[in-house]
Protein backbone atom coordinates (compact mmCIF):
# COMPACT_ATOMS: atom_id res chain seq x y z
CA UNK A 1 0.00 0.00 0.00
CA UNK A 2 1.31 3.67 -0.82
CA UNK A 3 2.53 5.47 2.18
CA UNK A 4 -0.14 8.06 1.00
CA UNK A 5 -2.71 5.68 1.70
CA UNK A 6 -1.53 5.06 4.94
CA UNK A 7 -1.14 8.06 6.53
CA UNK A 8 -4.70 8.80 5.30
CA UNK A 9 -5.82 5.26 7.05
CA UNK A 10 -3.76 6.54 10.08
CA UNK A 11 -6.17 9.59 10.22
CA UNK A 12 -9.27 7.88 9.98
CA UNK A 13 -8.41 5.82 12.93
CA UNK A 14 -7.38 9.35 14.96
CA UNK A 15 -11.13 10.43 13.55
CA UNK A 16 -13.10 7.42 14.86
CA UNK A 17 -11.07 6.77 18.17
CA UNK A 18 -11.67 10.61 19.03
CA UNK A 19 -15.77 9.66 18.99
CA UNK A 20 -15.71 7.02 21.84
CA UNK A 21 -12.12 8.85 23.38
CA UNK A 22 -14.54 11.92 24.40
CA UNK A 23 -16.87 10.52 27.43
CA UNK A 24 -13.35 8.90 29.27
CA UNK A 25 -11.64 12.23 28.77
CA UNK A 26 -13.72 14.03 30.19
CA UNK A 27 -14.76 12.38 33.16
CA UNK A 28 -10.74 11.12 34.36
CA UNK A 29 -9.48 14.63 32.94
CA UNK A 30 -6.90 14.81 29.56
CA UNK A 31 -4.08 14.25 31.21
CA UNK A 32 -5.22 11.51 32.97
CA UNK A 33 -7.12 10.07 30.11
CA UNK A 34 -3.67 9.98 28.24
CA UNK A 35 -2.08 7.91 30.96
CA UNK A 36 -4.29 5.19 30.87
CA UNK A 37 -4.69 5.25 27.26
CA UNK A 38 -0.47 5.03 26.65
CA UNK A 39 -0.43 1.99 29.30
CA UNK A 40 -2.96 0.08 27.59
CA UNK A 41 -1.34 1.27 24.08
CA UNK A 42 2.18 -0.02 25.80
CA UNK A 43 1.15 -3.28 26.82
CA UNK A 44 -0.88 -4.35 23.56
CA UNK A 45 2.80 -2.78 21.14
CA UNK A 46 5.17 -4.99 23.21
CA UNK A 47 2.71 -7.90 23.51
CA UNK A 48 3.15 -7.81 19.26
CA UNK A 49 6.14 -6.53 19.02
CA UNK A 50 6.95 -9.86 21.58
CA UNK A 51 4.97 -12.52 19.00
CA UNK A 52 6.01 -11.25 16.09
CA UNK A 53 10.07 -11.31 16.89
CA UNK A 54 9.99 -7.23 15.71
CA UNK A 55 11.62 -6.37 19.07
CA UNK A 56 14.72 -7.96 17.78
CA UNK A 57 15.18 -5.08 15.24
CA UNK A 58 15.89 -2.66 18.15
CA UNK A 59 19.19 -1.84 18.97
CA UNK A 60 20.81 1.19 21.39
CA UNK A 61 21.21 3.69 18.88
CA UNK A 62 17.73 3.71 18.23
CA UNK A 63 15.95 2.96 21.33
CA UNK A 64 17.95 6.51 22.11
CA UNK A 65 16.18 8.21 19.06
CA UNK A 66 12.87 6.34 19.24
CA UNK A 67 12.49 7.97 23.13
CA UNK A 68 13.47 10.93 22.22
CA UNK A 69 10.93 11.21 19.73
CA UNK A 70 8.38 9.91 22.18
CA UNK A 71 8.88 12.88 24.79
CA UNK A 72 8.97 15.57 21.98
CA UNK A 73 5.90 13.79 20.24
CA UNK A 74 3.88 11.88 22.42
CA UNK A 75 4.94 13.44 25.96
CA UNK A 76 5.40 17.26 25.62
CA UNK A 77 3.07 17.83 22.39
CA UNK A 78 -0.23 16.10 23.80
CA UNK A 79 -0.03 17.68 26.90
CA UNK A 80 0.64 21.15 24.92
CA UNK A 81 -2.23 19.77 23.03
CA UNK A 82 -4.63 19.24 26.08
CA UNK A 83 -3.39 22.41 27.27
CA UNK A 84 -4.28 24.35 24.31
CA UNK A 85 -7.67 22.61 24.05
CA UNK A 86 -8.23 23.51 27.82
CA UNK A 87 -7.64 27.51 27.16
CA UNK A 88 -8.84 27.54 23.68
CA UNK A 89 -11.44 24.54 23.09
CA UNK A 90 -11.06 21.36 20.48
CA UNK A 91 -12.03 23.82 16.94
CA UNK A 92 -9.65 26.41 17.00
CA UNK A 93 -7.13 24.04 18.87
CA UNK A 94 -7.81 21.74 16.32
CA UNK A 95 -6.76 24.64 13.71
CA UNK A 96 -3.43 25.55 15.20
CA UNK A 97 -2.49 21.77 14.91
CA UNK A 98 -3.24 21.07 11.66
CA UNK A 99 -0.26 23.53 11.18
CA UNK A 100 1.86 20.29 11.84
CA UNK A 101 1.53 19.35 8.43
CA UNK A 102 3.55 23.13 7.21
CA UNK A 103 5.53 22.40 9.65
CA UNK A 104 6.87 19.08 8.17
CA UNK A 105 6.60 20.26 4.70
CA UNK A 106 9.35 22.77 5.94
CA UNK A 107 11.45 20.74 7.65
CA UNK A 108 11.05 18.05 5.35
CA UNK A 109 12.73 20.48 2.67
CA UNK A 110 15.49 21.72 5.33
CA UNK A 111 16.89 18.76 7.01
CA UNK A 112 15.69 16.11 4.36
CA UNK A 113 15.74 17.72 1.00
CA UNK A 114 12.24 16.51 -0.01
CA UNK A 115 10.14 19.07 -2.55
CA UNK A 116 6.90 19.19 -3.67
CA UNK A 117 6.49 20.77 -7.03
CA UNK A 118 4.20 20.83 -9.55
CA UNK A 119 0.50 19.35 -8.73
CA UNK A 120 1.42 17.68 -5.67
CA UNK A 121 2.72 20.97 -4.54
CA UNK A 122 -1.14 22.78 -5.41
CA UNK A 123 -2.89 19.59 -3.60
CA UNK A 124 -0.95 20.06 -0.76
CA UNK A 125 -1.76 23.76 -0.48
CA UNK A 126 -5.67 22.68 -0.97
CA UNK A 127 -5.63 20.03 1.36
CA UNK A 128 -3.92 22.30 3.97
CA UNK A 129 -6.47 25.30 3.66
CA UNK A 130 -9.58 22.25 3.15
CA UNK A 131 -8.60 21.04 6.49
CA UNK A 132 -8.22 24.64 8.45
CA UNK A 133 -11.04 25.89 6.57
CA UNK A 134 -13.27 22.72 7.74
CA UNK A 135 -12.25 23.44 11.34
CA UNK A 136 -12.43 27.12 11.95
CA UNK A 137 -15.21 28.18 9.57
CA UNK A 138 -16.96 24.45 10.71
CA UNK A 139 -19.30 25.40 13.43
CA UNK A 140 -23.14 26.14 12.80
CA UNK A 141 -24.72 29.71 13.72
CA UNK A 142 -26.98 28.16 15.73
CA UNK A 143 -24.51 26.06 17.87
CA UNK A 144 -23.10 27.77 20.90
CA UNK A 145 -21.02 25.83 23.72
CA UNK A 146 -18.56 26.65 25.90
CA UNK A 147 -16.18 24.92 24.52
CA UNK A 148 -15.56 28.22 22.09
CA UNK A 149 -15.17 30.34 25.53
CA UNK A 150 -11.27 31.74 25.78
CA UNK A 151 -9.77 30.95 28.88
CA UNK A 152 -6.72 32.53 29.79
CA UNK A 153 -4.42 34.84 27.42
CA UNK A 154 -5.02 34.10 23.77
CA UNK A 155 -1.50 34.39 23.26
CA UNK A 156 -0.71 31.35 25.76
CA UNK A 157 -3.13 29.28 23.95
CA UNK A 158 -2.04 29.39 20.19
CA UNK A 159 1.73 29.24 21.68
CA UNK A 160 0.62 26.04 23.34
CA UNK A 161 -0.90 25.15 19.90
CA UNK A 162 1.57 25.99 17.78
CA UNK A 163 3.87 24.21 20.08
CA UNK A 164 2.11 20.89 20.07
CA UNK A 165 1.69 20.91 16.14
CA UNK A 166 5.80 21.63 15.95
CA UNK A 167 6.61 18.89 18.78
CA UNK A 168 4.57 16.60 16.19
CA UNK A 169 6.43 17.02 13.15
CA UNK A 170 10.09 17.35 14.84
CA UNK A 171 9.08 14.16 16.32
CA UNK A 172 7.58 12.29 12.94
CA UNK A 173 10.98 13.59 10.86
CA UNK A 174 13.55 12.94 13.13
CA UNK A 175 12.75 8.75 12.94
CA UNK A 176 12.36 9.14 9.13
CA UNK A 177 15.72 8.03 8.58
CA UNK A 178 15.48 5.61 11.28
CA UNK A 179 12.31 3.70 9.80
CA UNK A 180 14.35 4.15 6.21
CA UNK A 181 16.65 1.53 7.90
CA UNK A 182 13.71 -1.37 7.82
CA UNK A 183 13.44 -1.21 11.93
CA UNK A 184 9.68 -2.77 13.01
CA UNK A 185 7.22 0.29 13.27
CA UNK A 186 5.11 -2.24 15.96
CA UNK A 187 8.29 -2.61 18.04
CA UNK A 188 9.26 1.38 16.91
CA UNK A 189 5.74 2.53 18.59
CA UNK A 190 5.69 0.21 21.45
CA UNK A 191 9.19 2.42 22.23
CA UNK A 192 8.04 5.58 21.64
CA UNK A 193 5.07 5.24 24.04
CA UNK A 194 6.84 3.70 26.87
CA UNK A 195 9.07 6.05 26.93
CA UNK A 196 6.30 8.58 27.17
CA UNK A 197 4.47 6.86 29.55
CA UNK A 198 7.40 6.44 32.21
CA UNK A 199 7.46 10.79 31.68
CA UNK A 200 3.88 10.76 32.37
CA UNK A 201 4.17 8.67 35.12
CA UNK A 202 7.25 11.14 36.71
CA UNK A 203 4.53 13.81 36.24
CA UNK A 204 2.16 12.02 38.22
CA UNK A 205 4.42 11.18 40.75
CA UNK A 206 5.89 14.80 40.99
CA UNK A 207 2.11 15.29 42.92
CA UNK A 208 1.00 18.07 40.18
CA UNK A 209 -2.54 18.46 40.63
CA UNK A 210 -3.68 18.71 36.92
CA UNK A 211 -2.00 15.42 36.45
CA UNK A 212 -4.23 13.40 39.17
CA UNK A 213 -7.77 11.91 37.76
CA UNK A 214 -10.84 13.76 38.38
CA UNK A 215 -12.73 10.07 39.29
CA UNK A 216 -11.65 6.35 39.89
CA UNK A 217 -11.44 5.10 36.84
CA UNK A 218 -15.09 2.74 35.89
CA UNK A 219 -15.02 -0.47 33.66
CA UNK A 220 -16.87 1.82 31.02
CA UNK A 221 -13.79 4.50 31.21
CA UNK A 222 -11.32 1.42 30.82
CA UNK A 223 -12.97 -0.03 28.08
CA UNK A 224 -13.00 2.71 25.89
CA UNK A 225 -9.85 4.10 27.08
CA UNK A 226 -8.47 0.74 25.87
CA UNK A 227 -10.16 0.79 22.58
CA UNK A 228 -9.15 4.63 21.96
CA UNK A 229 -5.55 3.17 22.88
CA UNK A 230 -6.21 -0.11 20.03
CA UNK A 231 -7.18 2.65 17.20
CA UNK A 232 -5.30 5.34 17.70
CA UNK A 233 -2.09 5.02 19.26
CA UNK A 234 -1.22 1.14 18.75
CA UNK A 235 -2.71 1.31 15.18
CA UNK A 236 -2.69 4.75 13.91
CA UNK A 237 0.65 5.66 14.81
CA UNK A 238 2.00 2.46 14.11
CA UNK A 239 0.49 3.27 10.27
CA UNK A 240 1.90 6.78 10.19
CA UNK A 241 5.54 5.21 10.74
CA UNK A 242 5.10 2.46 8.22
CA UNK A 243 4.20 5.42 5.93
CA UNK A 244 7.35 6.89 6.95
CA UNK A 245 9.91 4.25 6.01
CA UNK A 246 8.80 4.06 2.23
CA UNK A 247 7.52 7.86 1.81
CA UNK A 248 7.74 11.53 1.78
CA UNK A 249 7.82 12.89 5.35
CA UNK A 250 6.12 16.20 4.24
CA UNK A 251 3.47 14.59 2.60
CA UNK A 252 2.63 11.86 4.85
CA UNK A 253 2.28 14.79 7.63
CA UNK A 254 0.41 16.60 5.08
CA UNK A 255 -1.78 13.33 4.50
CA UNK A 256 -2.15 12.69 8.21
CA UNK A 257 -3.73 16.24 8.84
CA UNK A 258 -7.30 15.59 7.47
CA UNK A 259 -8.81 13.69 10.36
CA UNK A 260 -11.10 16.61 11.03
CA UNK A 261 -12.81 16.77 7.65
CA UNK A 262 -13.41 12.66 8.23
CA UNK A 263 -14.53 13.20 11.48
CA UNK A 264 -17.33 15.45 9.81
CA UNK A 265 -19.35 12.15 8.39
CA UNK A 266 -18.94 10.46 11.63
CA UNK A 267 -20.15 13.50 13.79
CA UNK A 268 -23.22 13.98 11.44
CA UNK A 269 -23.42 10.26 11.67
CA UNK A 270 -23.58 9.83 14.99
CA UNK A 271 -24.88 13.28 16.25
CA UNK A 272 -26.96 13.58 14.31
CA UNK A 273 -26.10 17.20 13.39
CA UNK A 274 -25.40 18.36 9.82
CA UNK A 275 -22.03 20.30 9.51
CA UNK A 276 -21.68 23.88 8.54
CA UNK A 277 -21.76 24.50 4.92
CA UNK A 278 -18.15 25.39 5.20
CA UNK A 279 -17.23 22.99 7.02
CA UNK A 280 -18.45 20.80 3.77
CA UNK A 281 -16.34 23.80 1.57
CA UNK A 282 -13.32 22.95 3.45
CA UNK A 283 -13.93 19.01 3.05
CA UNK A 284 -14.45 19.17 -0.86
CA UNK A 285 -10.97 21.82 -1.06
CA UNK A 286 -9.25 18.39 1.14
CA UNK A 287 -10.78 16.04 -1.11
CA UNK A 288 -9.50 17.55 -4.60
CA UNK A 289 -6.23 18.26 -3.04
CA UNK A 290 -5.63 14.88 -1.68
CA UNK A 291 -6.76 13.73 -5.07
CA UNK A 292 -4.32 16.19 -7.55
CA UNK A 293 -1.61 14.33 -4.72
CA UNK A 294 -2.10 10.72 -5.38
Known sequence: ?????????????????????????????????????????????????????????????????????????????????????????????????????????????????????????????????????????????????????????????????????LCQSVATLMLKPLMSTGIDAVAASAMRMTVALAAHGLLWSSGWTPARAKAEVRWQDAALTCLSAVVAMALGMTLILRAMRDGQAGLVAIFSSVTPVLLLPLLWLVYRRRPAHAAWLGAAMAVTGTALIL
Open 1 to 165: MRPEWLALLAAACWAVSSLFSAPPAQRLGAIAFSRWRMLFASVILWSLALVTGGWRSLDTAALLLLGLSGVIGIFIGDTALFACMNRLGPRRSGVLFATHALFSAVLAWLFLSETIRGWALVGSVLLISGVMMAVLWGKREDESHHWEQTRGALAIGVALGLLAA
